[in-house]
C-alpha cells in the first residue's frame, strides 16, 4: 500500500495519515481541538504534538471551549508543569484566548463549522500534487483565513499553521498521487 512520503513507519503516524489527515471534519469540538494542537505546533514537528494528542486532550478538558475559556491563572501554571504537553506560556495562553475568540465565531456563525468552511466554499479543495513533489506551506486561502482568524483574536494562527490545519481536518486534500487515500 503506497502512501504519502512524509509518513513514517510509526503506527500513530500511519494511523494519522490512513484516518485523520485529508479526511472532512465537521465537529466543533474536533475543529477546536485541531486548530490549538497546530499552534502549539508551531516550531515543532508535528509528529511530537500527535505523540502528546492524548495528554492534551485530558489535560484540556476534552477541548471542551467552554471549560477552556473559564481557565485562569492558577490553571496555567498548573499546565504549565504538565510534562504531557508543550509547557510554552505563550501556546497555553493562546489555547484560552482561542477558546474565547472560538464562543464568539460559534455565536455569530451558528457554528465554528459553518465560519471555517466557509474558506473554501463548504467543500474540501482537492489537489492532484506528484509525490515526491513539494506542498505548498501557504496558499492565499490559508492567508485569508489566518488574517480574519487574527482579526476575531485568534492566536498561533498564522497561515502556515492555517494550511496545516485545513490539512489535517481535510478542508484540503493534499494526498499524494499513488497514494492510496488520493482521490
Known amino acids: 500500500m503506497h502512501r ?5 513507519e510509526d503506527p500513530l503516524y500511519i494511523h494519522y495519515h490512513d484516518h485523520e489527515w485529508g479526511v472532512p471534519v465537521h465537529d466543533d469540538r474536533k475543529l477546536f481541538e485541531m ?3 497546530e499552534g502549539a505546533q508551531a516550531g515543532l514537528s508535528w509528529y511530537t504534538i500527535l505523540k502528546k494528542r492524548e495528554s492534551y486532550r485530558e489535560a484540556f478538558d476534552g477541548w471542551d471551549p467552554e471549560v477552556v475559556a473559564q481557565y485562569d491563572d492558577a490553571k496555567m501554571q498548573d499546565l504549565m508543569q504538565n510534562p504531557g504537553i508543550v509547557r510554552n506560556r505563550l501556546k497555553i495562553a493562546a489555547a484560552v ?12 456563525f451558528g457554528t465554528f ?3 471555517i468552511w466557509h474558506f473554501v466554499g463548504g467543500k474540501p479543495l482537492v489537489n492532484h500534487y506528484e ?3 513539494r506542498l505548498p506551506a501557504s496558499t492565499d486561502v490559508s492567508d485569508a483565513m489566518s488574517k480574519d482568524l487574527k ?4 492566536k498561533f494562527v498564522g497561515s502556515t499553521i492555517c494550511y496545516a490545519y485545513m490539512q489535517g481536518v481535510g478542508m484540503v486534500n493534499d494526498h499524494m498521487q499513488g497514494c492510496f487515500k488520493a482521490n
Open 4 to 8: 504519502c512520503s512524509w509518513v513514517n
Open 35 to 37: 486548530l490549538n494542537l
Open 97 to 108: 484566548q482561542n477558546a474565547k475568540a472560538f464562543l464568539q465565531v460559534k455565536e455569530e
Open 113 to 115: 463549522d459553518a465560519y
Open 131 to 133: 509525490h515526491g513533489q
Open 151 to 154: 482579526k476575531r483574536g485568534f
